[in-house]
Nanobody, 115 residues
Framework: QVQLVESGGGLVQPGGSLRLSCAAS????????MGWYRQAPGKQRELVAT???????NYADSVKGRFFISRGNAKNTMYLQMNSLKPEDTAVYFC?????????WGQGTQVTVSS
């Protein structure tokens, strides 16, 4: 089992920045990929960014150049640096981990971009 806990969400003005964190615990050995997804009201959950155990990253077109995913040295923490935030980035952001064939999700953290 893997437990994921997100933090760092909040209210920010357009153009501002936020840094989300995801702390993984439990059986984190052999996690292949970790990622961030988001779900806005009335919309489906969508990919934001992923990072593999080897450090390869992938981003949704809508966030390329503004959001940056990274993992801590201990590999049990993942970050999402979000810059130049837009109102359309408003959503609940979820941390995700894939271990072999099992997918784990965190509870989510709310990000609201509004003036």
């Amino acid at each position: 089992q893997v437990q994921l806990v997100e933090s760092g969400g909040g209210l920010v003005q357009p153009g501002g920045s936020l840094r989300l964190s995801c702390a993984a615990s439990g059986s984190i050995f052999s996690i292949n990929v970790m990622g961030w997804y988001r779900q806005a009201p009335g919309k489906q959950r969508e990919l934001v960014a992923t990072i593999t155990s080897g450090g390869s990253t992938n981003y949704a077109d809508s966030v390329k150049g503004r959001f940056f995913i990274s993992r801590g040295n201990a590999k049990n923490t993942m970050y999402l640096q979000m810059n130049s935030l837009k109102p359309e980035d408003t959503a609940v952001y979820f941390c995700n981990a894939v271990k072999r064939t099992t997918i784990y999700w965190g509870q989510g953290t709310q990000v609201t971009v509004s003036s």
